[in-house]
């Protein structure tokens, strides 16, 4: 009984294990059935772009023959080595004049394709094939375009104002956000996408603003696919703040006037009750003053008439 169960674990076992390997196979099968890229890179249009293919082992690769082609392409050659030279019988009529190998770097077992000027309709899967050794390997390009976004003030009001972002010569499509100074997301309108003749798309969005003390709005766009960003800021000054400024220098001014015009401001302020009590107190001074230094001329005005007799 006991070698019966020792018996029945082990055929358990060897079945799981068989199941695992045939699951590895069909796996491992299925992937290069797909031909799946192995490695991705990413070039803005215009650029140029190294796609990376190199022999498992550094030999020389000078004299191999070496092709470089799209799948989804027929024959798809963009790039045949072979005795020494380039073959171009085959080559695509988009790529002449525009892919090329390093040949000091053939030498040491780098066969990678160098693709001047990228376009757009270069975005695909590349195959890098050395029949000799029946080596290949992927690369899937992706091609992108980004510019800068333009910040426009299309109305102000005392309280709020509205900001519309645009951007053009993007692709993949883009997204458009707008962003705080803390980088929170603002509430916008929806994003309006136009494609053009040349595939590049333009993206604008329209956001209203609060006016707040430090209100600093970024307008971003973005491509995810790619990785890459772009964005343009904005200071939207507060009205309250301003005001409040303004009033603080007219006041200094009225402390020390310089001209007529501040001059006739502080004219204008209607004197307290203190002040015009003071002010009738200096009157008063001055007109006893004034009696007094009349009397003394007149005495003195007596005393030399006075004076002027008893001489005659």
Same mark, same amino acid.
């Given at each position: 009984?006991?070698?019966?169960?020792?018996?029945?674990?082990?055929?358990?076992?060897?079945?799981?294990?068989?199941?695992?390997?045939?699951?590895?196979?069909?796996?491992? #099968?299925?992937?290069? $059935?797909?031909?799946?890229?192995?490695?991705?890179?990413?070039?803005?249009?215009?650029?140029?772009?190294?796609?990376?293919?190199?022999?498992?082992?550094?030999?020389?690769?000078?004299?191999?023959?070496?092709?470089?082609?799209?799948?989804?392409?027929?024959?798809?050659?963009?790039?045949?080595?072979?005795?020494?030279?380039?073959?171009?019988?085959?080559?695509?009529?988009?790529?002449?004049?525009?892919?090329?190998?390093?040949?000091?770097?053939?030498?040491?077992?780098?066969?990678?394709?160098?693709? *001047?000027?990228?376009?757009?309709?270069?975005?695909?899967?590349?195959? #890098?094939?050395?029949?000799?050794?029946?080596?290949?390997?992927?690369?899937?390009?992706?091609?992108? $375009?980004? $510019?800068?976004?333009?910040?426009?003030?299309?109305?102000?009001? *005392?309280?709020?104002?509205?900001?519309? #972002?645009? *951007?053009?010569?993007?692709?993949?499509?883009?997204?458009?956000?707008?962003?705080?100074?803390?980088?929170?997301?603002?509430?916008?309108?929806?994003?309006?996408?136009?494609?053009?003749?040349?595939?590049?798309?333009? &993206?604008?969005?329209?956001?209203? &603003?609060?006016?707040?003390?430090?209100?600093?709005?970024? #307008?971003? &766009?973005?491509?995810?696919?790619?990785?890459?960003?772009?964005?343009?800021?904005?200071?939207?000054?507060?009205?309250?703040?301003?005001?409040?400024?303004?009033?603080?220098?007219?006041?200094?001014?009225?402390?020390?006037?310089?001209?007529?015009?501040?001059?006739?401001?502080?004219?204008?302020?209607?004197?307290?009750?203190?002040?015009?009590?003071?002010?009738?107190?200096?009157?008063?001074?001055?007109?006893?003053?004034?009696?007094?230094?009349?009397?003394?001329?007149?005495?003195?005005?007596?005393?030399?008439?006075?004076?002027?007799?008893?001489?005659?």
């Amino acid at each position: 009984m006991a070698l019966y169960q020792i018996s029945g674990q082990f055929t358990l076992r060897l079945s799981s294990f068989i199941n695992a390997a045939l699951s590895l196979t069909l796996l491992f #099968c299925r992937g290069y $059935s797909q031909e799946a890229p192995t490695k991705q890179i990413v070039a803005l249009l215009g650029d140029d772009v190294v796609l990376p293919c190199s022999l498992e082992h550094p030999v020389d690769a000078s004299n191999l023959q070496l092709e470089w082609a799209r799948t989804d392409l027929t024959p798809g050659f963009i790039y045949m080595w072979d005795k020494n030279e380039e073959n171009v019988e085959l080559k695509e009529p988009s790529y002449a004049g525009r892919t090329s190998l390093s040949f000091d770097n053939l030498n040491h077992g780098d066969i990678s394709l160098i693709l *001047s000027k990228v376009q757009l309709s270069d975005e695909g899967l590349y195959r #890098c094939f050395i029949p000799q050794l029946g080596q290949r390997s992927y690369v899937h390009l992706i091609v992108g $375009s980004t $510019s800068t976004p333009i910040i426009k003030v299309m109305s102000n009001d *005392s309280s709020r104002v509205v900001l519309q #972002c645009e *951007s053009a010569g993007w692709y993949p499509e883009p997204e458009l956000l707008w962003l705080d100074g803390e980088g929170n997301l603002l509430s916008a309108g929806p994003t309006e996408t136009v494609r053009g003749p040349d595939d590049l798309y333009t &993206v604008s969005s329209r956001v209203t &603003v609060e006016k707040r003390h430090s209100n600093n709005i970024t #307008c971003r &766009v973005q491509q995810r696919n790619t990785n890459q960003s772009r964005e343009t800021h904005i200071h939207v000054p507060d009205t309250k703040v301003n005001e409040t400024e303004l009033k603080t220098m007219k006041q200094k001014r009225s402390r020390a006037p310089a001209d007529d015009t501040e001059t006739k401001e502080i004219k204008e302020e209607p004197p307290s009750e203190q002040l015009e009590d003071d002010t009738s107190a200096v009157d008063m001074s001055e007109v006893i003053k004034e009696g007094e230094e009349n009397k003394e001329t007149e005495t003195q005005i007596t005393a030399q008439s006075a004076l002027t007799s008893s001489e005659n």
